[in-house]
């Protein structure tokens, strides 16, 4: 399956691909990186991912609208919302929009692998 | 003025003691906490963040330099370069103030962060008078989290 990691931090980035690297996570790998919502839908566009990862407070689109509008353009997609907002009416509203799992940060690696292959089932 | 209360103080302390547990394995302490009435505590590297919606304020996290690489070493982070440096502190004030919407709601808006080397008076003029600082020592290095927080 094809991970396109989303969020405007490097760090973030960088541990989300390095954890997918776990050998729970076979068959996972990353296709790209996207540091804000409109980045995202370009390299969703130029790399057909499976699953998704993405932050929600980001400059230029926020993860919310960014969910919204990659369920409109690919249906299929598994997006896992990855996020330090903790309040209930945000989880609700990504998800209605079409994200399929919720993991707050700060996350360890193990509750990231479980989220992943949560989501990805 | 601050007008946060004993309860919502705790909300951010929770917040940044589990930022380090969680991450890193090294609990993180409270060495202190006071209302800043005089002066605001700052270090190398500062992330802040503006609260907007039904609150108004800000919240900052300011770290001495020599913390970040090990703070990106329990990250599994090789590259501790400057704009590394600057993001450990960007994503730790993300966080803390993302996590504080367990407490305040989604009326409580908040910026992305604005990362700043040096102690910039960028930082004084975006807190008002007597903001919480919360002083938390993680390993052998003293960080500073400022709250001013206030209802609309």
Redesign the interface.
Known sequence: MRLLVVD?????R??IA?IALHPRLRGLHVVGLARNGVEAIDKAAATEPDVVTMDL???EMDGVACVAELMRSHPALRILVV?????K??AIEALKRGARGFL?????DDQLVDALIEVAD | MSALTAAEIKVFVDAVIRYFDRLTGDGAVVSASYLADTAIPRSDYTGLITFSGRFRGCIYCSAPRAMLPELLAALGEPDVSEPNLLDAVGELTNTIAGNARSHFGDGLEISVPVTIRGTSERIRAAVRARPYAIVVRWRRHDIAVVVDLERE
Do not use: Y
């Open positions: 405007d931090s490097n760090i973030i960088s541990r390095r407070t980001m400059p996020s330090a907002l903790s309040d009416a945000t707050h940060k700060p996350f360890t």
